[in-house]
């Protein structure tokens, strides 16, 4: 082979290597991207929404484990997450923590209430009008354990959450959702209004 194109293959294939260990390093301790793909957190999260997590706000992990190396304070009241779902944990779930470790929860006729005193709550919807489902529109009250979350979707009629599955554990936190960087409803309709806000 020519040592030139010999030189270039060698240089292609070094900037290449050192690519793929930036990405690594990016998406294991820095940013990773996140797709919402249901409504369970309307309309804080639009179905279509993609948005950047970020992974070291609680702490750094041991790549590809729940091992933490560094830990940093962990998430506080009104937080939304990215998490391993306890059910399975090969997907990952997003919804808003409600309780931290020693809190009490209770929900009354969808009102959730937090060490007795009621969450005022302008972010969340309702789509159903009845208050009598069991679980969904009242529920506990339950002690949040150590090293423990309680998490619920926004949209709360349409939320499969802490309500049904119990509780999120610490060290199975992915990050912190931070930005919206991408929001379309189809190729005709991108939500170019969305894009760069904040996740809040």
């Known amino acids: 082979m020519n040592p030139r194109w010999q030189t270039m293959l060698k240089e292609y294939a070094e900037a290449l290597i050192v690519a793929l260990i930036l990405a690594f390093f990016i998406r294991s301790f820095v940013v990773q991207a996140f797709k919402i793909p249901s409504g369970s957190m309307l309309?804080?999260?639009?179905?279509?929404?993609?948005?950047?997590?970020?992974?070291?706000?609680?702490?750094?992990?041991?790549?590809?484990?729940?091992?933490?190396?560094?830990?940093?304070?962990?998430?506080?009241?009104?937080?939304?997450?990215?998490?391993?779902?306890?059910?399975?944990?090969?997907?990952?779930?997003?919804?808003?923590?409600?309780?931290?470790?020693?809190?009490?929860?209770?929900?009354?006729?969808?009102?959730?209430?937090?060490?007795?005193?009621?969450?005022?709550?302008?972010?969340?919807?309702?789509?159903?009008t009845s208050t009598s489902v069991p679980r969904r529109d009242n529920f506990g009250p339950v002690m949040v354990p150590e090293n423990k979350y309680f998490v619920m979707g926004d949209n709360r009629d349409e939320s499969y959450d802490s309500r049904f599955w119990g509780f999120v554990e610490r060290n199975t936190i992915e990050g912190k959702a931070l930005i919206l960087y991408w929001s379309w409803a189809s190729l005709t309709d991108i939500r170019w209004e969305r894009i760069g806000q904040l996740v809040e």
């Open 43 to 128: 309309q804080t999260l639009q179905i279509g929404d993609h948005l950047l997590v970020t992974k070291f706000a609680y702490g750094v992990k041991i790549p590809f484990t729940n091992t933490m190396i560094i830990e940093r304070e962990g998430p506080e009241h009104g937080d939304i997450i990215v998490f391993e779902f306890p059910e399975d944990p090969s997907k990952d779930f997003i919804k808003r923590v409600i309780g931290l470790p020693g809190d009490v929860i209770e929900v009354r006729e969808k009102k959730v209430f937090r060490n007795g005193v009621e969450l005022q709550e302008p972010y969340i919807q309702h789509v159903d």
